[in-house]
């Protein structure tokens, strides 16, 4: 199986987190989500020691709420110290309504306007990542206003290009995130920034794409982000106490994509980043990262029904279900590859060749093609693996269709952490 949270029960069925994932979809329907708590537990703990041990004691992860973001998640990782990257008011406001210490969040985008940043200074967020020139002229003059210092990190783009998808590759010179090491912008922003009255500078911050196999780019990118620390060191005297090496770690979708060891890739950072360091004649500073696929994606799987098998023959089968590109739109914005089975009949080899439609009206509403299956038939359950990140992240309301319910599994037992919406949540709004 793809995961170790995987497995099939005696009576054929898939369990998932060692639940009859055909009970889970009986009890509460489907489209459904599923989240593997003690899965997620256990991922955090994984990259916090693995991070205390490669850099300093108070290095920390920042688990990215874009992956995945709803109160109960945000319960569990408050009990877990967690620290956690906010891209929205919306996300640290959801975290703070689950009794989040938002002074392990930090706080990013590309365009936050007077209105976030007030609220984030409001709400007590540790760290506003600055993306621009801009934000941050406006930052001095709120913090000022508001009588309070604000703690912040420089969003740099080192110009690296991991080799992952286009649309989400964040790193490179060109990207409308950050400010650019190679162009000079960067150590111009330092500058104007160390000059400031009302920000307290703590160090810099870049993310280089997500989905990223190779230890490679990061390692490159600090390499760039400590040579630069280094830079401003000599020029300006400001040593980074802080230096965040974004999120990006990939995971593992399919069988022929590689294993991945968080922890040994950590080691093999922190390795690197030792020698750069003495090299470079820099303190060891607090490192953060921030991962978000890879702290969830494998805690998560989808559980639809099967509504329709056409064959059309000398062409395709096509295995419709009651979700689609509202609950998942990853297939169709970015081809992106998923394992699935058919659930009901779990022991039973793949024997038909699917692609599996949504039930939006749009041909490229697809999950996924050409997947090898068990024959499905109208009323089978089938498990999507894999969807604990960006999917109830992405998800829509297209075609008026209701977002699914979130079911978290935890020792065994099942408990709703997000309700499915009604008919009357998708008017609530409309006068
Ligand atoms: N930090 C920053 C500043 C980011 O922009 C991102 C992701 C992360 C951390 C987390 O990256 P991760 O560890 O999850 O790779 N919707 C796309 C992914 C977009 C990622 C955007 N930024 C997808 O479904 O693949």
Redesign the pocket.
């Known amino acids: 199986m793809l995961s170790d949270n995987i497995n099939i029960n005696e009576k054929g069925h898939l369990t998932f987190a060692g639940v009859d994932t055909v009970d889970l979809a009986k009890k509460y329907g489907t489209p459904l989500y599923l989240i593997d708590e003690d899965k997620i537990v256990g991922r955090v703990r994984e990259y916090k020691s693995a991070m205390k041990s490669a850099f300093t004691p108070d290095s920390e992860p920042c688990f990215?709420g874009?992956?995945l973001c709803y109160t109960d998640l945000y319960r569990t990782l408050e009990k877990e110290n967690m620290w956690i990257?906010v891209?929205s008011p919306g996300e640290f406001y959801t975290a703070k309504n689950a009794g989040f210490d938002l002074s392990r969040a930090m706080f990013?985008g590309n365009n936050k306007t007077d209105d976030d940043l007030r609220m984030a200074l409001q709400m007590g967020v540790g760290r506003i990542v600055v993306d621009s020139l801009d934000e941050a002229i406006a930052l001095e003059g709120i913090a000022g206003e508001m009588g309070m210092k604000a703690s912040v990190l420089l969003r740099l783009t080192p110009g690296i290009d991991p080799h992952t998808?286009k649309?989400?590759n964040?790193g490179t010179v060109d990207s409308k995130?950050g400010v650019a090491i190679e162009t000079g912008d960067a150590e111009k922003l330092v500058e104007k920034v160390l000059g400031f009255k009302n920000i307290t500078l703590y160090g810099y911050?870049c993310?280089i794409g997500?989905?990223v196999f190779d230890c490679a780019p990061f390692i490159e990118a600090s390499d760039r982000m400590l040579g630069f620390s280094a830079d401003i060191k000599e020029k300006y005297g400001f040593e980074a106490p802080e230096i965040n090496l974004?999120?990006?770690?990939a995971v593992k979708y399919v069988e022929s994509d590689p294993e991945i060891s968080y922890s040994k890739n950590i080691a093999e950072i922190g390795e690197y980043i030792d020698t750069l360091l003495e090299k470079l004649s820099l303190k060891k500073p607090r490192i953060f990262m921030?991962?978000?696929?890879?702290t969830v994606a494998d805690s998560g799987m989808t559980l639809y029904t099967v509504g329709s098998v056409k064959c059309i023959k000398d062409y395709k089968n096509y295995v419709s279900v009651d979700g689609g590109m509202a609950d998942n739109p990853?297939y169709a914005?970015?081809e992106?590859p998923y394992t699935l089975i058919n659930a009901s009949y779990a022991d039973k080899a793949p024997d038909f060749k699917a692609t599996v439609g949504g039930r939006c009206c749009e041909s490229g509403d697809l999950i996924q093609e050409r997947v090898g299956l068990f024959r499905p038939e109208r009323g089978d359950i089938l498990a999507v693996c894999t969807t604990g990140?960006?999917n109830f992240s992405?998800s829509s309301n297209y075609n008026r269709l209701l977002r699914p319910a979130l079911v978290t599994l935890s020792a065994g037992k099942d408990r709703i952490s997000v309700k499915r919406q009604t008919f009357e949540d998708l008017v609530r709004n409309d006068l």
């Open positions: 990215a874009k992956a990257d891209v990013h998808l649309a989400i964040t995130f911050h993310h997500s989905q974004g999120g990006g770690m921030e991962p978000g696929r890879s990853r914005l970015y992106s990140a960006y992405m």
